[in-house]
């Protein structure tokens, strides 16, 4: 193949998983709703999603699972094989099968949903097919007209993949909003990893203190200031009044601009008050904010300090973008 080719032919599989994509996605109607009612119902009542699927489904499935899971939905995989030698067990008449299979006639699966309802579950289906044997076995059917697979043969999943992953993601979605699942709770299902300190660290647990941090009246001395800044081995110094209060913040990017600006005053930038240079009123945080509520204002404002203040406005810390890193937040 040539490179065009190449390029082409990826770019056509683009295409028709795109295409299968809008396609389920125009299809979603009254079964959807339905579906994330009685889910919703049976976690509500202590039951759980138990999401099966066989060969690439079975992936899909953990998938599914997974997102579940995390979100609020309390949910396991069931292998089908291995449930018809007792792993069955693991379910319970409170419990909801959601059963996976493009086809609808995948025996692993249409043998498993009587035994599923002898132990008195009810069964959300997602299929390619609503006239499928396992369609017509289910208490509500989802559909996935998502069309051909990408394949050239019509056999490896592909497309049929990808949207039966992007409806689960939906389903998980909508559960994750109409369960009012708390930010609070999905930080305590990832307690490692970056995301999930971003969930659960504050400023308070961030920022500079003490030594670390410099802190000066706003009568200081540029120059004083900047001893300030290298002693504490920082970019910037917030500046406080009397009070404690925050009035502004100067960093050393604000000094060089003003140097920049004017190389023959620097004799007297350097003995000016820093409050006649300094940013007033400058963009600062409160020290209960959790990290990632900081992590979207460096990404916004296109800043690298933020000064925190407690809930009377005094100034408590600086949070410094660099720090970001080394707490694994970023």
């Known amino acids: 193949m040539t490179d065009s080719e190449i390029l082409a032919r990826a770019r056509e599989v683009f295409d028709i998983e795109a295409r299968g994509l809008a396609a389920t996605r125009d299809s979603l109607d009254g079964n959807f709703v339905a579906a994330v009612k009685m889910i919703a119902s049976a976690a509500a009542d202590g039951g759980i999603a138990v999401v099966t699927g066989v060969g690439k489904n079975l992936h899909v499935a953990e998938k599914i699972s997974a997102i579940f899971s995390s979100t609020g939905t309390r949910s396991i995989v069931l292998n089908p094989v291995q449930a018809m030698h007792g792993d069955l067990g693991m379910v319970s008449a409170k419990d909801i099968l959601v059963a996976l299979s493009f086809s609808g006639e995948s025996d692993e699966i249409v043998r498993l949903v009587p035994a599923i309802r002898r132990h008195g579950l009810k069964v959300v289906s997602m299929t390619g097919r609503p006239g499928s044997t396992l369609a017509k076995m289910s208490d509500i059917h989802i559909a996935i007209p998502c069309g051909r697979e990408a394949c050239p043969f019509g056999m490896a999943p592909t497309n049929s993949t990808t949207a039966t992953m992007a409806m689960g993601d939906a389903l998980a979605m909508v559960l994750l909003d109409a369960q009012k699942f708390p930010v609070e709770e999905y930080a305590m299902n990832h307690p490692a990893g970056a995301i999930g300190r971003a969930l659960v660290m504050k400023a308070a647990d961030i920022m500079r203190t003490g030594g670390r941090l410099a802190k000066v009246a706003p009568e200081t001395t540029v120059m004083e200031t900047l ?63 959790y990290a990632a509520d900081l992590l979207k204002i460096f990404e916004k404002r296109h800043i690298d300090d933020l000064p925190v203040v407690d809930a009377a406005g005094k100034v408590v810390g600086l949070v410094d973008i660099q720090d970001l890193p080394k707490m694994k937040v970023l």
Do not use: H, N, Q
């Open 227 to 289: 001893f300030a800044m290298t002693a504490a081995k920082g970019g910037s110094a917030v500046v406080a009044g009397e009070d404690g209060k925050l009035l502004g913040i100067f960093t050393d990017g604000d000094f060089r601009r003003i140097i920049a600006t004017d190389p023959a005053g620097r004799d007297s930038v350097l003995d000016s008050p820093v409050s006649a240079v300094m940013t007033a009123s400058p963009m600062f945080v409160r020290d209960d904010a």
